[in-house]
């Protein structure tokens, strides 16, 4: 079996996720994993198929005649996650909203060569206080040989310099 990564993006409408299913499923394939949202109007989202080898290219071909409703873009997976050597960590982030946030915290990442396996983060009205709120829950992977304590510290260091809430778990 061949696993593909498909992005897709469209106006969002009813029947965008039952049209893609239905192309995955017509050729044989499974539908594993998925993140799916409707933004500012779009819909777009990410989601991992697998196929039977024989009918990969069918299924490349069908899923570009779904241009007009859906963009799908098709990428060859490559090994899962949990099969890349590493220990991974939690953390959420919650604070008051402001520009910059998630380059702050991908700068201190990226310095220390963590890998995002997630990253889901989204605004929100602060109940009572008003304005907006910012809320990430993140998922990285610690490259053997690095001390992840390090990159808590900073990740706190930071928390305290744009006042914000972090919890971290393993």
Do not use: C, K, Y
């Amino acid at each position: 079996m061949a696993q593909l990564v498909l992005t897709v993006v469209g106006d969002d409408r009813a029947g965008l996720v039952q049209s893609l299913a239905d192309v995955v499923s017509a050729h044989g394939g499974n539908w594993e994993t998925s993140e799916l949202a409707e933004l500012a109007g779009a819909f777009a989202g990410i989601v991992l198929v697998s196929v039977p080898d024989g009918r990969l290219d069918d299924l490349r071909d069908a899923l570009q005649g779904l241009d007009g409703l859906l963009r799908v873009t098709v990428h060859g997976g490559a090994a899962s996650a949990d099969a890349r050597p590493g220990r991974r960590f939690t953390f959420s982030v919650l604070g008051n909203d402001r520009p910059g946030i998630v380059r702050d915290i991908t700068g201190i990442l990226t310095h220390h060569g963590l890998t995002i396996d997630l990253f889901s983060s989204q605004t929100r009205e602060a109940p009572m206080a008003g304005g907006m709120l910012f809320e990430a829950n993140v998922v990285v992977r610690v490259p053997v040989g690095r001390d992840p304590a390090l990159v808590i510290s900073e990740l706190e260091r930071l928390a305290g310099e744009i006042q914000v809430d972090l919890s971290v778990a393993d």
